[in-house]
């Protein structure tokens, strides 16, 4: 009965655990919604996106997606592609 009550501790642990980052994870997700965070992020390359653009012609595509962004028309206008 011992073994039986350890694994359910241990699950109900790991359960609540679960919950727990679930729940931060909806609140972080909420906060950044709320504060406008990473509305400049022009494309969500999940796998391909991990390298930064490696010569100035990507940069420079890259600095043009970024200018159509409300963060730029609004904040960064008067950015250049050597502050971007």
Known sequence: ????????RAVAIWLLVGVGMTIIQIALGG????????LSITEWKVVTGSLPPL??????VEFNKY???????LLNFDFGLDQF
Do not use: C, V, Y
């Not at 906060?31 to 990473?38: C, D, H, M, V």
């Open 55 to 60: 010569n100035e012609a990507a940069w420079l």
């Open 1 to 8: 009965m011992t073994d039986k009550k350890h694994t359910d």
């Open 31 to 38: 906060i950044t919604r709320l504060t406008g965070s990473g």
């Open 67 to 73: 200018k159509a962004t409300p963060q730029f028309q």
